[in-house]
């Protein structure tokens, strides 16, 4: 069992930054991939980065550049950093590791 919990979204204005935090419990495997996904409403949850346990990460098309997401094992924190924010990514942002998910943390960007 593992238990995620997502926190730091908030209101913002387009071009500011959040730093989002998921913190796990339980069964939590570092060898494991942790990753960050976002769903907007009406859209399908979309991949927004994942970092291996290697330190391996990967971002989805309209976050490159803009986001960073990092890992702290000892801790057992993963990080997104959100620079350059802007409306579209207004969304439910969610953590996930080993197929199981957080409850999420709302970001909405305003023009």
């Known amino acids: 069992q593992v238990h995620l919990v997502e926190s730091g979204g908030g209101l913002v204005q387009a071009g500011g930054s959040l730093r989002l935090s998921c913190a796990a419990s339980?069964?939590?495997?570092?060898?494991?991939?942790m990753g960050w996904y976002r769903q907007a409403p009406g859209k399908q949850r979309e991949l927004v980065a994942a970092?291996?346990?290697?330190?391996?990460?990967v971002y989805g098309d309209a976050m490159k550049g803009r986001f960073t997401i990092s890992r702290d094992n000892a801790k057992n924190t993963v990080y997104l950093q959100m620079n350059n924010l802007k409306p579209e990514d207004t969304g439910v942002y969610y953590c996930?590791?080993?197929?199981?998910w957080g409850q999420g943390t709302q970001v909405t960007v305003s023009s």
């Open positions: 970092i291996a346990g290697d330190g391996t990460t």
């Open positions: 339980g069964s939590i495997f570092s060898i494991n991939a």
């Open positions: 996930e590791h080993r197929g199981y």
